[in-house]
């Protein structure tokens, strides 16, 4: 198991490796030397071109990125020209507020979805799962910022439960200590992977129900809810698990649009605002951890599916 | 005459008692009745056999005693009484309390039947917990202890595996255990060895009746095999579109039948025994389908001794004493169809003792499939050993069966011959030339000289063309017909498998089984191939449909003068269609020759061992059997057995087996077998069957070297 790990790990590095130098060259091309965007339009031409050497960025591309490679390693993320901080201290302020919400949200559509799916598939065909279906598809097909803005609407202004703008405080822990504030991001942000993660859900049941062993256990005289808890979900959950652990990157994508409607101080507000200044390291830097964590929720998946499988073995 | 369906007094003795049950099935808008009016019952300590083709309602039967029936079933009249006790119209919670319980049910497949994420100790031990009301240490105790009454060693440390760390053999066995933990009175049986090879077949029905005479149960046994029927049943329910046609002894069944379904099923089952020079009986036409309104017998339009009446009035179950009921209007006398004197001779194409020269032959052919191996580590698991060094030859005109139980190699022996795989190493020969690792012209030379029927006629047809382009494809291939010419080659084609052209325009799912197989069958033979590979062609089919493609195919073989390799688990399929025949183990080609050769003198323990574990249709063969054949399970191809690979079966297993392959040698002209100790000629073939009746390692056999 260990050793899978690591292995895992070590071809992981190479998967990321490769993501950098795409993602590096693709910001090269788009923005090439940034000496004008940092400096202004009103910057003499010689300044720009100071900045820009000094910077090291009139090298050539290969070296920049081996420096940029070898100042990542160091725990260095690069500079923020237009904040004038460090990206890695940019990052670690919003990151904690940032993962609690994608993590609240997550759990929050497994919690919702599972047993959604697993009743809507044992009521196959009724009123209450074509009702349901059409809810989750709904919810499917809505576009996140959509979702957003009606959550407002009716939850905010027009019934006054929750608050139009999430919680401002600094803490990564807001989830906890101010709920209402946070209900409308999280919910918006579970939204869709509820539906997503309902149909699939619901989807696996069926094929579980329909194998013989449901049968058989029914033939042994277990009652129809001793089945679903001790046969059924763990068997349809499997197939989630894999699901759960691609749809973590696209939580990072959820954040930017939940994170700004709702001006929450997170990675994804951030990402916004540094797009707007053109802040280059800013970007590259939460490009990269797309990056990372696309291959950190698929490794996790295969893990975790090892250990409520016992048919696979990870060697 | 005594009429069922009168108020009768309950008897004693009968555990259950099923009267005039019909189920009725709601799918899609349209009320089908799969079982409509049926009445048998079940006495204390007996084995009652269920059978019958599929779709006659023997499965949906016992899902209702179990109050099981699948969505949109009900049962729509009649009565189930479990000793004396009214199961119909009882509660879900009350019926909960009977299941697993009172009745307990043993499933076919035991791969699906199992929950994957459960050990197969909580499995075993959840009806306890439920029914006894036992703490989970006393529920694991008592499962531990089922599990060795199953026959599973060293029970206590196989309680934490999982279903898919077992053989098929042995998680059939759990599946019992599992059914008999709380010691039912009732046990319903469906298909219990359906999906596991013969040899492992005859130990779980062995052990099937051993502990039904230990823990006094009754046991309903549904099958599709006569043979299981004749060798377990002591009565027999036979099962037509959803009425029961017969009932009586198993003596009686299979030698006083009366109804003429009985007989004629009976009639289409190829026996070892079989005189290959006649066809097989066969019944024409196909089971009625159950949504069609159909009055009288629904058996007369199939039925020979059909009359006017018979299409009018439903016959009722009737007989002159209530232990031999029948529904005919015009029953037969005991006479069987084989007795008849209206048998269809077939000749045989090629003369035996004209030996004819070699069309087809595989040279040190070998099949490795590597193992599951790390990719980054290069570490390999070790491969799979599928087919190790088999050679034999195929003359024209010649049929070469293949036969063996599962994993022995066959089928990718014959996806080698066709070029589906390319051997590991060896070679096959067609007509004298390589025919392997070809590529490009010479590779679809191959295609149109060796063609393969498959087994799964509704899987190798293409869901969405029509038989016409089906058929058509291969003449489309091969290029050599323009589109005129293509048309009537497929009307030929049809001709010769014996469809109408109206099937031209169907689709495979509007087609049955049989057709669908005909038309696999019409496709193979489209490019006037000179080489059949049929891989299993009857296994999918039921038994009535089975003999019209085997009859079929033995008369193409001799009109067409084809070549062709069939394989087959089932012996008797082989036996019938192959001039010669090769018996596969493990990998290797263990026996070679005639079908008198293999039936009558095998001189391999395992051939021998195969032979005797065949449930034959024939209740006086059945009894006079001695316990299973072959024991124990298959050893894993990764790490074959050192030495003759049998040995670790094998009863008469010495020193020398563990150290030196026997080769493949000839013990008379064209009988070739690979054992240091083959089996005497005079000894078989009831020899053969006492080789293995000497438990558990006779020492004294009569062998060929005393």
């Known amino acids: ?315 | 005459m005594i009429e069922t369906g009168q108020p009768v007094d309950r008897e004693v003795g009968r555990v259950l008692d099923v009267r005039d049950l019909a189920i009725r099935i709601n799918a899609h808008g349209q009320q089908v009745e799969p079982v409509a009016g049926v009445s048998f019952h079940l006495n204390e300590g007996e084995t009652l056999g269920l059978v019958g083709e599929s779709g006659c309602g023997k499965s949906m039967t016992g899902l209702a005693i179990m109050g099981m029936l699948p969505p949109g079933g009900s049962i729509s009249r009649g009565s189930i009484a479990l000793a004396g006790d009214e199961l119909v119209g009882l509660g879900e919670r009350a019926y909960r309390q009977v299941r697993g319980n009172d009745i307990a049910m043993i499933f076919q497949d035991s791969m699906t039947s199992l929950n994957p994420t459960k050990t197969i100790g909580y499995q075993i031990a959840e009806p306890v917990r439920i029914h006894r009301g036992a703490s989970n240490r006393e529920a694991l105790e008592r499962a531990a202890e089922v599990l060795s009454m199953v026959g599973i060693a060293r029970p206590r440390e196989r309680m934490g595996d999982y279903p898919h760390q077992l053989s098929g053999g042995m998680r059939q066995r759990v599946m019992i255990a599992m059914a008999l933990a709380c010691e039912p009175k009732v046990v319903i049986a469906d298909e219990p060895t359906t999906a596991l090879d013969v040899t492992i077949q005859a130990q779980v029905l062995e052990l099937l009746d051993n502990l039904k005479a230990k823990l006094g149960m009754s046991m309903v046994l549904i099958t599709h095999d006569m043979g299981v029927v004749a060798s377990r049943a002591d009565r027999v329910n036979v099962m037509y579109s959803g009425r029961i046609a017969e009932i009586a002894g198993t003596e009686d069944l299979f030698s006083r039948t009366r109804h003429p379904y009985t007989r004629d099923l009976l009639a289409s089952i190829p026996l070892l025994g079989q005189d290959r020079g006649t066809a097989l009986y066969s019944i024409k036409g196909i089971p009625p389908d159950l949504a069609e309104r159909q009055s009288g017998c629904r058996y007369a339009p199939r039925c020979q001794n059909a009359t006017a009446k018979c299409h009018e009035e439903e016959p009722v179950l009737a007989g002159v004493s209530t232990d031999h009921l029948f529904a005919c209007w015009n029953p037969i006398d005991g006479e069987g169809v084989r007795d008849q004197s209206a048998q269809v001779q077939i000749r045989s194409a090629i003369t035996k003792d004209v030996p004819t020269k070699p069309r087809l032959s595989l040279v040190h052919l070998v099949k490795e499939y590597r193992g599951s191996s790390s990719a980054i580590l290069g570490r390999s698991l070790g491969s799979v050993k599928a087919v190790s060094d088999v050679s034999l030859t195929i003359g024209a005109g010649e049929t070469y069966g293949l036969v063996g139980e599962s994993g022995c190699g066959k089928t990718t022996l014959g996806r080698m011959i066709v070029g589906l795989e390319a051997p590991t190493s060896g070679k096959v020969l067609l007509d004298g030339k390589s025919i392997s690792h070809v590529k490009g012209r010479d590779a679809r030379h191959r295609q149109r000289e060796i063609q393969m029927m498959f087994q799964d006629p509704y899987g190798s047809l293409d869901p969405r063309m029509k038989v016409s382009a089906i058929l058509a494809e291969p003449l489309v291939i091969a290029g050599q017909l323009d589109a005129e010419a293509r048309r009537s080659r497929v009307a030929e084609l049809l001709d010769h498998v014996g469809l109408p052209l109206s099937a031209l325009k169907k689709l495979p799912h509007e087609m049955s089984g049989g057709q669908r197989q005909r038309i696999g069958l019409a496709r193979a033979l489209a490019v006037e191939p000179r080489v059949l590979v049929a891989d299993e062609p009857v296994s999918a089919l039921d038994v009535s449909i089975r003999s019209q493609v085997l009859n079929l195919m033995r008369k193409l073989q001799n009109e067409l003068g084809l070549t062709s390799l069939v394989i087959s688990h089932d012996l008797a399929v082989v036996k019938y269609l192959a001039d010669r025949i090769g018996v596969m183990y493990l990998g290797k080609l263990v026996e070679e020759g005639t079908g008198d050769d293999i039936y009558k003198r095998p001189a391999h323990p395992y051939t021998a061992g195969l032979i005797a574990a065949i449930p034959e249709p024939d209740p006086a063969i059945e009894r006079g059997k001695p316990a299973a054949g072959v024991r124990g399970e298959l050893p894993s191809p990764i790490s074959p057995p050192s030495g003759c690979r049998f040995r670790t079966r094998c009863p008469m297993a010495q020193e020398i087996c563990t150290t030196a392959e026997p080769p493949l040698a000839a013990i008379q002209p064209g009988h070739r077998v690979a054992c240091h100790f083959p089996l005497s000629a005079a000894e078989a073939p009831g020899g053969a069957n006492r080789a293995w009746q000497q438990e558990p390692h006779p020492k004294r056999l009569v062998l060929l070297d005393e």
């Open chain 1, 1 to 315: 198991m260990v050793r899978y790990i690591v292995k895992r790990l070590g071809t992981s590095l190479i998967v990321v490796i490769g993501i950098s130098i795409v993602v590096f060259v693709l910001l090269h091309f788009m923005a090439g030397a940034p000496g004008r965007s940092v400096l202004g339009p009103t910057a003499s031409a010689d300044a720009v071109a100071a900045f820009n050497r000094e910077h090291g960025f009139d090298q050539p591309l290969v070296v920049q990125y081996l420096s940029y490679v070898s100042e990542v390693l160091r725990g260095n993320l690069g500079q923020s020209f237009k904040l004038n901080q460090s990206v890695s201290d940019l990052l670690s302020d919003n990151a904690g507020r940032s993962a609690m919400l994608s993590l609240a949200a997550l759990v929050l559509a497994v919690i919702i979805a599972i047993p959604l799916g697993t009743y809507q598939a044992t009521k196959r065909n009724s009123a209450s799962d074509t009702a349901l279906t059409g809810v989750t598809f709904l919810l499917y097909a809505s576009p996140q910022f959509f979702i957003a803005l009606l959550a407002i609407e009716i939850f905010s202004i027009k019934l006054g439960i929750f608050p139009s703008q999430a919680s401002q405080s600094n803490s990564p822990f807001v989830i906890f200590t101010d709920p209402v504030a946070m209900a409308l991001p999280v919910l918006t942000l579970a939204a869709s992977n509820i539906a997503v993660f309902a149909r699939y859900q619901r989807s696996s049941t069926l094929d579980q129900l329909g194998q013989d062993y449901i049968k058989v256990a029914r033939a042994k005289g277990v009652s129809e809810r001793g089945i679903i808890r001790n046969h059924l979900v763990r068997n349809s959950s499997l197939p989630l698990i894999t699901l759960i652990g691609v749809s973590v990157p696209s939580l990072l994508a959820g954040n930017l649009i939940v994170e700004s409607v709702f001006n929450y101080p997170g990675l994804g507000l951030l990402f916004i605002n540094s797009l707007q200044r053109e802040d280059y390291p800013v970007l590259l830097a939460y490009t990269l951890i797309g990056g990372v964590l696309t291959v950190l929720g698929t490794l996790i998946a295969d893990v975790v599916l090892a250990a409520a499988d016992p048919r696979i073995k990870l060697s």
